[in-house]
């Protein structure tokens, strides 16, 4: 086991190294990402996640509908939705909408790691032009623990870019967070991120987010069906 969780790192961090080589001779800056949003239980042990985003620093909004349905023990399906505006780019003078359909894989190791893969398509609409369609894969790992007797997750993620249209690899994000039930009705959740991107300056990314789950106060619950 502790081989093969060794070959999983190389192989995750393997995209980095190269990114990394060019994002030293750039210049970097810092971007930081606040979220707030619920999440709720639905039925057949699916799960919706919505949330809203600012970034001061990017002076960008968003808004995420994030529904996750279970397809078998070992696979999800998330047809997300993103609405976002951001003043300072000229593509997003205006709202944009985004469809970001993914197929999720997660693999129980053992009682404290996981394994994910999260492979995503990319859709995004604009006006007057081209619409923009990416692949997006996050391959990680998690480690379950807890923490003052509260469920507690750290993980460690390395996200790749993909541009469909012309073919190319542009850009590459690894990921360190962790989350944690704090209370009944607040899951806050920590992310650094560092991503490279060809033709752009390196940047630090600092992500909060904040969950009131909703499942804890018995939303939906009525309405789970059994079976499915």
Known sequence: MKSFLRHIFLLSFLPVSSVVCYAQAEAEKTGVYLYAGVSADIPNHNKLFIYYGYSPSDNFQ??????FFKITK?????????????????????VQHHLLPSVILNFKLNEKLTLTDRNMWYHLFLKNTNDVN??????GLIYHTKILKKETDFFVYDETFWNLSKGTFFRNRLILGGSIKATKWITPQIWYAYQSQE???????????????????????KHKRQGG
């Open 134 to 139: 990416l692949y997006r894969n996050r391959l």
């Open 74 to 94: 070992n696979i999800q399906f998330m047809p997300g939705y993103m609405m976002t505006k951001a003043d300072n780019y000229p593509m997003f003078t205006n």
């Open 199 to 221: 033709g752009v300056q390196p940047q630090h990314q600092f992500y909060l987010f904040l969950t009131v789950p909703l499942e804890n106060f018995g939303v939906f619950n």
């Open 62 to 67: 968003s808004l995420l509908a994030l529904p």
